[in-house]
């Protein structure tokens, strides 16, 4: 009785076993896809939006091989190659002429000044010049004029006889003036100027011609040919200069200058004693001006 029960049990469990591993094969069966045969495989849904990954940025165009220049961006000037010359630049019109201003240190030189004094004196001097030219993009050539007066100046004191009065009477006059000696000088001149950067260097050669005048009550200088003490005359002068220009602006710069200026065919000046002595001579000047370039 109890082997009959015991083995009934048994069945059971066996049986229960089958059909739990029967359900469980045919609900997974249920779930898979079904491959038909013959028929396309279907491609799987896309992922959702977020998990798209991004794209990546396209590649840097690569440096050329080989050490050449990179290539110019569009607007700029391509680099000048190594090695090859500079090309002198057209001066702009508004930089080629140039306008100088200033004061001047004076000295006559020669006979003409110890024969009569002073020796020294002071003047303005002036000048413009137009830049037509520039060689090897440093040298200029500039054409142009130059203009300076030069004035020595003393006192004089002493006595003259004067017969001029009433009947003619001669009368001892105490006299007390000034001697001026001047001279006007309107020059054409050729300048050479080095483009050093912070200094400019020049040479200026220049001919034309001078005018002198003298006066004075000093009866040792009353000239013959005339009732009082004075001289005008017109002769030719040639000029050298010797200068630097300092720039001190864009526009203004700072012009320091020695000259010497030759006279020649200045006439002589007589007295009523017959002496000769020159009035006109050879001067040396020193000036200091301003320029301004435009």
Not at 52 to 75: N, W
Not at 79 to 98: K, S
Request: with cysteine; glycine share 12%; charged share 15%.
């Amino acid at each position: 009785m109890s082997i009959t029960r015991t083995c009934s049990h048994r069945q059971a469990a066996v049986l229960l076993a089958v059909a739990f591993t029967f359900v469980a094969a045919r609900a997974s069966a249920e779930d898979a896809p079904a491959i038909v045969p013959g028929a396309p495989n279907l491609a799987l849904p896309p992922p959702p939006p977020d998990a798209i990954p991004e794209a990546s940025p396209p590649p840097q165009a690569a440096a050329p091989s080989g050490g050449g220049d990179a290539e110019p961006a569009p607007g700029e000037p391509a680099p000048r190659p190594p090695g090859a010359p500079v090309v002198a630049d057209t001066l702009p019109h508004g930089g080629r002429h140039r306008l100088a201003v200033g004061a001047r240190f004076a000295y006559r030189l020669g006979d003409a000044g110890q024969a009569i004094s002073p020796a020294a004196g002071y003047g303005i001097v002036g000048s413009y010049d137009f830049t037509y030219a520039r060689v090897g993009n440093r040298l200029e050539l500039a054409a142009g004029v130059d203009f300076s007066s030069d004035r020595f100046a003393t006192g004089e004191q002493g006595t003259t006889t004067d017969d001029t009065g009433p009947g003619n009477i001669p009368m001892t006059v105490t006299y007390s003036s000034t001697r001026v000696l001047s001279e006007n000088n309107f020059i054409v001149a050729q300048t050479f100027a080095l483009d050093a950067g912070s200094i400019r260097p020049f040479v200026m050669l220049g001919a034309g011609l001078g005018i002198g005048s003298f006066e004075s009550v000093d009866p040792r200088y009353k000239p013959a040919d005339k009732a009082s003490g004075g001289e005008t005359d017109t002769h030719l002068i040639g000029r050298a200069a010797l200068g630097f220009d300092i720039p001190v602006g864009p526009a203004w710069s700072v012009r320091v200058r020695g000259d010497y200026t030759a006279v020649r065919r200045a006439a002589p000046f007589t007295t009523t004693a017959g002496v000769s002595v020159p009035l006109f001579g050879d001067l040396l000047d020193i000036d200091v001006a301003a320029g301004y370039r435009f």
